[in-house]
């Protein structure tokens, strides 16, 4: 009898005999390896189908836990082999290493009670999960996105404590939208929405992405801020969180473009950090390594993607929306009293690498 369940996590998977067979002809059949899953291993299973985009359909889960329970391979299902080198022992490291202790949210209640926070891209990926994680410790949360609908199924969720605010960041308009659904004070602004570049380096650089990716990782962010801190400095406080990115703290995790714009939101919240000190208005950002989300990728472009892919090997692992949350909630509670300029990675330890 197996005790693989979708949220195990894939290291289990494909460890087991027969699920991992099919895991592995699965990926090979995607013209992907074992090893390109390496960041992804710790992940549960469940998160996979659900990062996808349906290339992993919830009738594999079935058919993996059909496999790992019979000990048998469902008939029709492609196969592959463990690669040769996993059958290698590893060497004595003279310490005992267990299998990393699973993580679960652990929400402080009534944290944000009476408060409203703004959290843009809370469609998606992390600002969904920071919403979500607010709400839950009692915040009201004003959620922005492009995206009315992945808004409306977040307020599904939610309820009424999430106001939904379909707008584009990057349009002037969209601050005035925004403090007029908070309707009042706003206690702390989450600028999570941002966008990808294509790995581009500088000679690469197509100008439509450039001013796409400097339009809504660093205008659109400015110009909530903007909005935001009169109203913080007349009540006293608040707090702003950025999202940055491992591309704000050195120059091999992404393009020029994605590179330069985080790089310009941490000097955005370090000089608004310096300029409000002492006011009770707190400007911090978190760093996220490589996280597992929706966010989408163009087209690579060919040199620079082949400088940045040496470097992605050394990411320590992927991590879920809500591991980005429970750092970014913390930044936005009043227990980041005394925090302030501080630039938090939220990596795994990749930026000590
Ligand atoms: N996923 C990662 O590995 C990773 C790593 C480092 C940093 N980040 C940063 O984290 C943030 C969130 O990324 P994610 O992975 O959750 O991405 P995501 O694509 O899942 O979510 C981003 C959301 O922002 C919204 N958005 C995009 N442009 C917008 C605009 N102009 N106006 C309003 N909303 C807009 C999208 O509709 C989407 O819902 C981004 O700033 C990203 O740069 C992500």
């Not at 009315?148 to 969209?174: M, N, R, Y």
Request: net charge negative; charged share 15%; hydrophobic share 50%.
């Amino acid at each position: 009898m197996s005790n693989l369940t979708p949220a195990s996590p894939l290291r289990d998977w494909l460890a087991d005999p027969a699920a991992g067979q099919v895991l592995r002809g699965m990926l090979a059949q995607g013209g992907q390896s074992e090893q390109a899953l390496a960041p992804a291993l710790g992940l549960p299973l469940e998160q996979l189908v659900k990062m996808s985009g349906g290339k992993f359909p919830p009738e594999l889960v079935d058919a993996l836990v059909t496999a790992a329970e019979t000990g048998r391979v469902p008939e029709g299902l492609p196969t592959a082999p463990p690669p040769a080198d996993t059958a290698t022992a590893e060497p004595d490291l003279g310490v005992e290493i267990g299998a990393a202790e699973p993580w679960s949210e652990q929400i402080t209640p009534g944290r944000f009670d009476g408060q409203t926070v703004v959290v843009t891209g809370a469609a998606s990926g992390i600002g969904r999960a920071v919403a979500s994680r607010i709400v839950r410790e009692g915040g009201r949360v004003i959620a922005v996105d492009v995206s009315g609908d992945g808004l409306a199924a977040l307020a599904a969720d939610l309820g009424a404590a999430v106001v939904p605010v379909t707008a584009d960041i990057t349009a002037p308009a969209s601050a005035d939208a925004v403090l007029a659904a908070a309707g009042g004070r706003v206690d702390a602004l989450a600028n999570v929405a941002g966008v990808m570049d294509d790995d581009a380096a500088v000679h690469e650089v197509d100008d439509k992405i450039w001013d796409r990716v400097m339009r809504i990782n660093v205008d659109g962010p400015m110009r909530l801020m903007r909005a935001v801190v009169p109203g913080m400095l007349a009540a006293g406080g608040g707090r702003i969180v950025n999202i940055v990115s491992e591309a704000a703290l050195r120059g091999s995790a992404a393009g020029a473009a994605y590179t330069t714009s985080k790089h310009a939101l941490v000097g955005l919240t370090k000089s608004s950090a310096y300029q409000y000190a002492g006011t009770g208005v707190q400007v911090n950002a978190v760093a996220p390594g490589a996280v597992a989300t929706g966010i989408q990728v163009p087209a690579a472009a060919p040199f620079g993607s082949s400088r940045t892919a040496r470097m992605r090997v050394a990411i320590p692992g992927l991590a879920m929306a809500e591991e980005l949350a429970a750092s970014i909630a913390f930044l936005l509670s009043k227990d980041a009293v005394n925090l302030n300029g501080v630039i938090l990675p939220s990596d795994g330890g990749w930026s000590v690498a």
